[in-house]
């Protein structure tokens, strides 16, 4: 019962998405992760490899779906598309696959890289599913709406438990579920939350229900034991608040403050409880000393970061072209595939070259971004919808260089390729209201009449 259950439910949001509203489809997609989990909570299939891959596939079918109905409702649809961020993250990724080339990790890397490329062709068509700023303002709302059974679920759900010290399903006796992206989910949901500011003051995402959202995201967070998603989300979300609301008058910065401190008090609170609730090793993960030298901590990604220089350094043709896509697998010594940190990744296993796409991809967003809160400063709902993309990107890059790989980080450049496709696509939303007030308050032509006398054709400017 409880599989059918699911099922339908994901079936019905799925076609909903697809054929009624693309937000609805790009907050799937930006789900992806946390919502296998959901899913495999209550669909015994889904603990299968083979049944995560049906997920995947069922929301690029959204996605795809989604686009082509785009393609009947948007004029220009594609214009946009080709914009900095996005064609160096195109670049980026050819350059890496060109690298596997003279990668030492050629029998390792297949697997690595072919997983990874049904992401990237998702995260290129994703864009087109946000045609403009209030686009993106409703995918937030339906980021936030989704949140609520997902959240739920992780919560009260018996599938997952704390026994190993971290939220999570045990799906055999070795293997437990993507602690990682129920931890992102925590955090996007705080975002989320903090950063949304609709006009009306009254609604169903008001500040009450806002705040239970960041409470219950804060409570996700940190039961998963992923203490850069929970650090990071309140880092980006607490210095973005004054950017996300228009400040009006002394009483709105009043206002504000206020808030802010209340948040602050709120997730304090939030942090001593929940932790206070935790078993010990559990707690033990947010610790100074396991944060800077325990298992995942600060010192072994520095040391992933060490050993793939030295392996560079050493090689000077690397310095221009690289190790090569996955070098850091036969490298290392800690048996990891990855340096967890895509700085290092990409600087080291892709050189001068890779390193220069990326920095121009990351740059490129944050002229973009810079651009759309010049324009849409004075309008509240574009202003919070352009404050959330700088939030989402921010937020993605800190994950990157904690636990992300290069092929495994699509969240990040959707929302990098969004903010440059906005910020081309102002031109054409303001050529569209220039044309709309033309035929509004400048007629071509009247027709007067006075008594028996008849006027034509009288020009008006």
Avoid at 7 to 18: E, Q, V
Avoid at 37 to 48: A, D, E, K, N, W
Avoid at 185 to 209: C, D, M, R, T
Wanted: charged share 10%; aromatic share 12%; glycine share 8%.
């Amino acid at each position: 019962m409880i599989a059918f259950l699911y099922r339908t439910l994901f079936a019905i949001t799925c076609l909903w998405a697809a054929f009624r509203n693309s937000f609805w489809s790009l907050a799937l997609f930006i789900y992806m992760f946390p919502l296998e989990q959901v899913l495999q909570s209550g669909i015994p299939f889904l603990t299968t490899g083979r049944g995560l891959e049906v997920v995947n596939y069922s929301i690029a079918c959204v996605v795809g779906i989604s686009v082509l109905v785009q393609l009947l409702r948007v004029t220009n649809l594609f214009y946009g598309l080709a914009n900095t961020s996005s064609l160096a993250c195109l670049g980026l990724y050819i350059w890496a696959l060109l690298s596997v080339i003279w990668s030492p990790a050629k029998a390792l890397i297949f697997n690595y890289v072919y997983s990874g490329i049904p992401y990237l062709i998702i995260t290129l068509l994703g864009p087109l599913l946000v045609s403009s700023i209030l686009d993106l303002f409703k995918s937030s709302r339906a980021l936030l709406l989704l949140s609520i059974p997902m959240a739920l679920i992780f919560l009260i759900s018996p599938e997952f438990d704390m026994s190993s010290g971290r939220l999570n399903i045990h799906l055999s006796s070795e293997v437990n579920s993507n602690v990682l992206a129920v931890g992102e989910f925590g955090g996007l949901l705080i975002i989320s939350a903090i950063l949304y500011q609709p006009k009306e003051i009254i609604g169903i995402l008001n500040f009450p229900v806002r705040i239970i959202l960041v409470i219950l995201g804060a409570i996700i967070s940190l039961q998963s034991g992923s203490r850069g998603q929970f650090f990071g989300a309140i880092a980006v979300s607490i210095l973005l608040i004054p950017v996300a609301i228009r400040i009006k008058s002394v009483l709105g910065f009043i206002s504000i403050l206020i808030s802010t401190i209340l948040i602050s008090i709120i997730i304090y609170y939030v942090y001593s409880i929940t932790l206070g609730g935790l078993k010990s090793f559990a707690v033990k993960r947010f610790d100074i000393n396991e944060l800077l030298f325990g298992v995942s901590s600060a010192e072994g990604r520095l040391s992933n970061i060490q050993t793939l220089f030295f392996a560079w350094i050493y090689s000077p043709i690397a310095y221009l072209i690289g190790l090569g896509t996955g070098a850091f697998s036969t490298i290392t010594s800690s048996g990891e595939d990855y340096p967890h940190n895509l700085l290092a990744e990409v600087a080291f296993e892709l050189g001068i070259i890779g390193f220069l796409l990326l920095f121009s991809c990351l740059i490129s967003a944050g002229k973009s971004c810079f651009q759309l809160f010049i324009h849409y400063r004075n309008m509240q709902e574009e202003r919070s919808a352009v404050t959330l993309l700088i939030g989402y990107i921010a937020y993605e890059f800190i994950l990157a260089n904690k636990q992300g790989a290069l092929w495994g980080v699509p969240i990040l450049f959707l929302f990098t390729s969004i903010a440059g496709r906005l910020e081309k696509r102002i031109i054409l939303e303001e050529d569209s209201n220039q044309v709309d007030n033309s035929n509004l308050t400048e007629p071509t032509s009247v027709l007067v009449s006075n008594g028996g006398l008849n006027i034509q054709n009288l020009d008006i400017k």
